[in-house]
């Protein structure tokens, strides 16, 4: 869908669905997933179709995904971070138990 | 109380209006959720300076002009920035205005008499079939892809839909050498005969406008992209994610392939905090949206909250630096500080200036009026992309004597997901209307409640601690 | 002869449960409703089939409610049966306690009850932290809760759409944005509904007033008194979470949808139905003490509305001595109250009188 219109000048390294990503510093999650083809980020619970970007300015909340940490986050508007993990939403969110 | 003024939104609207509160002397916090200062139009312009890279060559002229208006901004010493701090809370009292914001994981309130919403606009929400597979995406997102990240569409990318955006961003892409693989647009090919009056009465002063929308158009012919006039229909196809598009036009059905479908249907207001804040709202008809009600000063019905920029009406960018700068004299004169000489001429150019720009912006909507198949999807069309409600769902429930989309939503869920109706609202109010048979006025729109951006349980909790 | 046998005023869980009760009885009848942005309590309550906590100090209510919940599976059946909604009934209900005191309050007034109804007509059990941590696991370091197989929650949504969309079916007359200005008794004994100009909506051999906290103004010119106050309560919701709990508790449910409810405050704030961080945040924190797990969870939506509160919290079912086909009935817990409503108290009206039986709700006792 999307190519990269520059070379990755600084270099950001983190998980999706634990593979390895690379992207630019300061990218969006969000613009880092469809930089590497990514076009599922999240699973609509009502009727289990597959969701990604639509806005990409925070209001259509399409672009969810699970921040290892912090829960249910717009991939829109968050950045990425060196090592973060992160997963594809599933839809329901699974809670754990806290230590 | 800390500062006189909270800006929310550091866009044109916001950074004209903080500027003039400043230079006036007035103590002003802008608050905005991006990084950077700059808006949807100027979105991470200073990103890009500091990069020094082609992108902003390819986005052309008028995206990097917005880094002076930044620049000047952030030269003036009374204003207070909070970048990456998002407004999900608001709440008029009788005498203040209270706002809940997150900055990271930190959660606050904060209060001022006055707060001038700049907010903005957002894409006109498009239902069609297949509009929930990935691959489908606004216009404006995948322009702010490309100004935020450098990500460019790939070859074969399809627009549809119509408006300006569509001619501007299709030449934005041929800068960057990307070949779009058709452009399917809504609008007819040439001025209607109806709208030539409008047309000659802002051709002189509108002159550049026009010539650079020309001059998009002539770009895309001699590039030899297919560009199809008068289409009225689309579906996106495709399993798990787009695989082609469908449209027609003239009565025929054809059909593309493409990995990435981007829909434009224009931008309306974005009204999700002044109908929090209990503003009242005027349905605007030509255009088919709702804008807050505002007096000839610039304030909503709600005592000290004010609203400049495209979130009380869309104009453009210009308007709403001139928007900026009159609220900041008006706001300034509430506060008893005193206004320059200078501010008081340039307050007479402001407004002949923003007469011109209604003028235009008049026969813009005209010629490039909202796509009437948006607005009456087909029965199985998906129209809460949330909850997975269809346009069929709304009208069985209007047929049983629903009384208007807050009814609705509590029957169908439509308008209850994590975007909170942003998605749905318009549609849902017009497919009641549609029933119904009464004006879209006497339906009525969502009514909106707190949190206006996400916040998490531990985040609202923490206020108990403050 | 008057267009219809019964007029209802107001559209929200108690007009509409008796538009379908009657309708369901063969009579012929009508529901006016105001607009779409009318104070609507079947809008924003929580959803609770509750008996705990109800006539603390009028055991005829704590009967009635539980009454109401006998019926509530037989009611929901019914319903889903003619519509097609599910109201997502379930049966059985905890209370789970945030701290000591708090578990203590609530075993001490299921004792009461029981007390009142006479031992075996009302059972309870009391589960300690450990008991509850294998039924809940993820319950926090809380002491515990009780349980009761008379309590229960459904969907409040649908429980209203159903009634609307059924009585219909069943010939009853709904009429939206259709408000009633007053209400006039005519010679031959029945009465003409009035809008704000005058004209006539509908004449009927009997009215129902039951039109929330619109039903004051309407009673006024009647010489009925109705003594109502709105008390506001504020709700949050979450985003949806995989299953965690099946029954609910009285301020933590699981929706079938997977949100969490989470609240619901009271407070004396007139006719504000906006929401104040103070109380949302004070609503999470408990919460978050109960279930920590949902403090890493996004507040999908959070409202306030107001209930239909008397001056002891029991409902009131009232005949105008002076107009006998005028009824006026209000009550908090009117998803609670539904299934008897449209089973019970849609005849009395029928009937033409209230039971004796229920003499103990009528608001007189208030002047006392
Ligand atoms: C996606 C998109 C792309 C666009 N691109 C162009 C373009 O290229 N050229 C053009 O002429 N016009 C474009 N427009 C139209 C644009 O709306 C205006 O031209 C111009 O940006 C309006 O300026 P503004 O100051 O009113 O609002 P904006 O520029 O939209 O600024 C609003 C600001 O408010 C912030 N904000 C909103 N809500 C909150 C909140 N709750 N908390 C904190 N901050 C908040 C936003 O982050 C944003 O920075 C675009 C519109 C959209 C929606
Ligand atoms: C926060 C909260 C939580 C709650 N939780 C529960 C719970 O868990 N379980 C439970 O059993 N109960 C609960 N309740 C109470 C329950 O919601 C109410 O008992 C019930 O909705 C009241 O129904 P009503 O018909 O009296 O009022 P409403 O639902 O408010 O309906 C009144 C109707 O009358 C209409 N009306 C008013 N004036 C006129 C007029 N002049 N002409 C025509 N129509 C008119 C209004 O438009 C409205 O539709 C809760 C309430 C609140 C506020
Ligand atoms: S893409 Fe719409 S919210 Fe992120």
Redesign the interface.
Known sequence: MFRRGQEIANPVRFKFNGQTITSEDGDTIAAALLAAGVTHFRTAPEDASNRGPLCMIGNCFECLVDIKGKGSRQACRERVVEGMSVRSHPGLVVPKAQP | MTHDVLVIGAGPGGLSVASGLARAGACVQVIDEQPYAGGQIFRASEKSARAGNEIRGWLGEEYSGGLDLIRSAKRQERIDWQFATSVWDIRCEDDHIELGLVHGETASITQARHVVLASGAMERPAPFKGWTLPGVMGIGAAQTLFKDAGLVPENGVVLAGSGPLLYLFANQLLSAGVRPGAILDFAAKWVSAQHLVPLTRVAWHSRTALLKGLKWRSRIARAGIPHLFGVDELEAVGKDEVQGVHYRKGGQSHQFETSLLLVHDGVIPNTHMTVAAGCDHNWLAQQQYWQPGLNDKGQTSQQGLWVVGDCAGIMGAEAAEIQGRIVARNIAGKLGLAIGKAEATQAQKDLAELKKLAALRQFIDLQYPPAKTFATPADDTVICRCEAVTAGEIREIAQLGCQGPNQARAFTRAGMGPCMGRGCGLSVSRLMAEVSGNDIEQVGHYSTRTPLKPVTLSQLASLNDT | MADYDVAIVGGGLLGSAFGWGLARAGARCVVF?????AI?TA?GNFGLVWVQGKGQNMPAYASWSLRASRLWGDFATELCEATGINLQYVKGGYDIAADEQELEQTIAGLKKIQAQMGGAAYDFEVLDHKVLKSEI??V?NIPGATYTEHDGHCNP??L??AL??DM?AKGAL????CPVASVNPLSGGSYQLLDRSGNVLATAGKVIVSAGHGSRRLNEPLGIDLPIRADQGQV?V?????P?MKHASSSVRQTD??SFLLGPSSKDVGHDT?????T???I??R??TIF????????????GALRVMTPDGNPVYQQSEAHPGVFSFACHSGVTLAAVHAFEVASWVTDGVIPAEFGVFHPRRFNV
């Not at chain 3, 409703?33 to 942005?37: R, S």
């Not at chain 3, 709904?174 to 944005?177: E, V």
């Open positions: 409703d105001e607009g779409d942005n609507r809008r696991p993820l926090g949504l649908l209203l759409r609307h969309q219909q709904y009429r939206p944005n949050l979450t985003e949806k979470v995989a965690v949808n997977g906006r929401t104040d961080l103070k949302l945040a004070a999470a924190s919460c978050i920590p797990f949902l403090g890493s969870l996004r507040l999908q939506r959070a409202w």
